[in-house]
């Protein structure tokens, strides 16, 4: 592997960092593009392409986006569809809602077909600009230049709950991590089970909890109570109920999306209408007005939103009907040890009431307060001033461009995030129309800049 990098040489270096689908289609553009430059993906793990989501084990798992909408290339529209059906479902169709372990083989598919990428099985622990440049380095020892640096970590662990027990920590009835095959072992068929969240995550949790044969009662506890809505047949609109340049404003903007369902549009046309310019519309938004929003409407917007697959909220549906899903609207107050499980007390309406569990699992979703995650890399990079987090505490301060603004107010020239990490100045950037179109963008700069490093080495 190259070790060294800078202006004086005529291959620049390009280091992604994290290997999951915000990673590999980097990568993967930035060849497409024909880019003269060494790509190196820097992960620990032996697949790449998967990330969290993908690597699921279950093939009940759902995308919660249907066939026709989700293909990596945004110029590509059916990709992944004729990618489907050649490989998995030959019958699938635009309004198919296919496995998110099949999404996740289909990014592996591009990722072998991405020519000349290196892959260093590591994590990045350090950066520091160096030059032109940067230093980084590696959990094995190593030390790595780059001429570009791009950050597609992806989501970090949720945060840790308040008024968890360490009694309960340490006897395994309060699980931090939904996804870890450990969270359901040891688990009795009829055990009552707590789920912390009522989101799309909790639901993941359900479908596997019954996959792996549990029938006990569910428990999902969240401030509002509200589970994700599902998706539906509509017929779409042409433009955006709400248009750029509306007057930017929570309640003008609420207003409006109103006025358009009054009309007869079907409110899931309504919402998937300003997908274009969703990001548009709240970067329009004054920082006070972004706060009310996050205050008042972020959940609602998110429940209507994210929604899931039908055959997913048919289960759904079902368990509450049969009563073995039940939903409880309040603040987690505690969670203490009991020689069973646990002692959930939750806040409510009517003040604090409690229940015993045999297990807890945090379904809150990641950590997006970057300065308290567990990250070596994001905490070398906040300690030098190298990046600040979004307007409203969260994620990275990021131009639109995906450079990453330092703590003085700075874009980057070397420092550059793809995914998540952008919800420190987005409203959208998680799902893959959002995170491709980064990729494919980002790719075109920073193809310029390798460019411009070769030109500017041979002259």
């Known amino acids: 592997m190259k070790q060294g990098s800078g202006l004086n040489e005529q291959t620049p270096i390009i280091v992604i960092i994290g290997g999951g689908v915000s990673g590999a289609l980097s990568a993967y553009h930035l060849r497409r593009l024909f880019t003269q430059a060494s790509i190196i993906i820097v992960d620990p793990h032996s ?33 992944f569809l004729n990618w489907l059906r050649a490989n998995y479902d ?33 994590s990045v622990i350090g950066c520091r600009l160096q030059g032109s440049g940067a230093e980084l380095n590696l959990s094995d020892g190593r030390a790595m230049n780059a001429d570009l640096v791009v950050i597609a970590s992806g989501n970090f662990a949720p945060a840790r709950l308040r008024g968890v027990s360490e009694a309960a920590v340490q006897n395994g009835t309060y699980c931090h991590d939904a996804w870890s095959p450990d969270t359901y072992n040891a688990l009795n068929d ?17 479908v596997r909890l019954r996959e ?49 369902i009054r009309s007869g549009i079907d409110w899931r046309a309504a919402v998937d209408s300003l997908r274009p310019v969703t ?25 209507v939103r994210h929604r899931m697959a039908p055959p997913i909220a048919d289960i759904i549906d079902h368990e509450l009907a049969a009563g073995t899903l039940v939903i409880r609207e309040g603040h987690l107050h505690g969670i203490e040890a009991t020689g069973s499980g646990a002692l959930v007390s939750i806040r409510g309406a009517k003040g604090v009431s409690s229940f015993e569990t045999a297990r807890v699992i945090n379904c809150t979703g990641p950590n997006m307060n970057y300065r ?32 990453l603004i330092d703590a003085d107010g700075a874009p980057s020239k070397v420092l550059f995030n793809v995914g998540p990490g952008r919800l420190g100045t987005l409203i959208e950037s998680i799902a893959i129309p959002e995170i491709r179109q980064q990729a494919a963008d980002l790719a075109k700069l920073l193809h310029q800049s390798a460019s411009q490093y070769g030109e500017a080495a041979a002259a």
């Open 47 to 79: 697949a790449m392409g998967l990330g969290l989501a993908y690597s699921t084990r279950s093939f009940r798992h759902l995308l919660n986006v249907p066939a026709g909408k989700i293909s990596a290339l945004p110029d590509q529209p059916d990709h």
């Open 90 to 122: 030959q019958n699938a169709t635009v309004d198919t809602f296919a496995p998110r372990a099949v999404f996740g083989q289909y990014i592996q598919w591009i990722v072998s077909e991405t020519p000349e990428l290196e892959h260093v099985r590591s």
């Open 190 to 206: 009829t055990d009552p089970v707590t789920l912390i969240g009522t989101g799309l995550t909790a639901v993941d949790v359900i």
């Open 212 to 260: 792996l044969g549990h029938r006990g009662v569910i428990t999902a506890i969240s401030r509002r109570g509200i589970l994700p809505s599902r998706h539906a047949q509509y017929t779409p609109v042409a433009e955006p109920v709400i248009p750029v340049g509306t007057q930017p404003s929570c309640l003008t903007y609420l207003h409006t999306f109103r006025r358009a």
């Open 279 to 303: 990001n548009d519309l709240w970067l329009a938004l004054p920082l006070n007005e972004q706060k009310r929003f996050h205050r008042h409407l972020q959940r609602r917007w998110e429940v």
């Open 372 to 403: 308290k995650v567990d990250s070596a890399l994001l905490k070398s990079l906040f300690e030098q001033r190298l990046v600040a987090d979004g307007p409203l505490g969260t994620g990275f301060n990021c131009a639109r461009s995906g450079a």
